[in-house]
């Protein structure tokens, strides 16, 4: 039980200059995006993308239900056909399939149900 809480816990290698990198650049993202909603200029995100917009110009007008199906179903069949892709990988990495799985597979059959 030890070593599985360990090799779950711990890393087992030093990350990347390319991990490093891309953690500083998120970090720096989303300290502008929190920044920036502090300061009252909200991003121009709508789930319903113009469903019910009385303006005629531009845009696509589609259903959130057909958006997110659209949106999801792709990213379920991937993350299934990942468990034949990668069989190995040792318990952190079934973990991730596992999560991520269930998370866009939960997302699915919301909007199926």
């Not at 005629?56 to 179903?73: A, D, Q, V």
């Amino acid at each position: 039980m030890a070593k599985l809480l360990q090799d779950l816990v711990y890393q087992e290698e030093s990350p990347s200059i390319y991990t490093t990198a891309l953690s500083g650049i998120t970090l720096l993202f989303l300290a502008y995006l929190g920044i920036s909603e502090t300061l009252g200029n909200h991003l121009k995100y709508s789930k319903f993308w113009n469903v019910n917009s009385q303006k005629s110009g531009g845009g696509i007008k589609l259903p959130s239900r057909t958006g997110m199906l659209l949106l999801y179903s792709p990213t379920a069949v991937a993350d299934l056909a990942s468990f034949l892709i990668f069989p190995g990988g040792g318990i952190r990495f079934l973990m991730l399939k596992l999560a991520i799985t269930i998370h866009f597979s939960k997302r699915v059959l919301n909007y199926d149900f």
